[in-house]
């Protein structure tokens, strides 16, 4: 588990500097070429399974009830629906505009209601298992433990 918290730790590091090559790759594809979008958004959309997979795997460490087991798998359930939908909706765009505002509309309502999906998510953990730290803090704990040492 300490290997994978120091790969979440690592990947928080490059966080900006891959934002930034994410966003001037999408402006060079809005200039020069608008289909070159759609492997850009399926590569952030692999980002989001990946570090999806990450939290599961780690709060899977953390606890042994097979309720919370379900609910990190329902979580992570919902990272390939934010995945899957936010591939679609680049396709839909780009290919049939009416269309891939539909989808657009209700990608837009999935993500307005993530944190509250979040909460849920931490509060039904927090009631099978009360001692169970939250992802933030499994996190923010081995960061500050290393740089105590």
Do not use: C
């Amino acid at each position: 588990m300490e290997q994978d918290v120091k790969w979440v730790q690592r990947m928080r590091r490059y966080a900006v500097p891959v934002l930034i090559l994410y966003v001037t790759a999408v402006i060079v594809a809005l200039l020069l070429e608008k289909m070159w979008l759609i492997p850009i958004m399926v590569s952030v959309s692999v980002l989001i399974v990946v570090m999806g997979f990450q939290e599961m795997r780690i709060m899977w460490r953390m606890t042994q009830h097979p309720k919370a087991h379900r609910i990190l798998i329902i979580q992570y359930v919902f990272e390939w629906v934010d995945a899957i939908l936010l591939t679609t909706l680049m396709v839909t765009l780009l290919t049939s505009e009416e269309f891939g505002l539909v989808i657009g509309l209700f990608f837009g309502i999935w993500g307005v209601l993530s944190p509250f999906r979040q909460k849920w998510f931490t509060k039904q953990l927090k009631q099978i298992d009360p001692e169970l730290p939250t992802y933030e803090e499994v996190i923010e704990r081995r960061v500050s433990h290393e740089s105590s040492n």
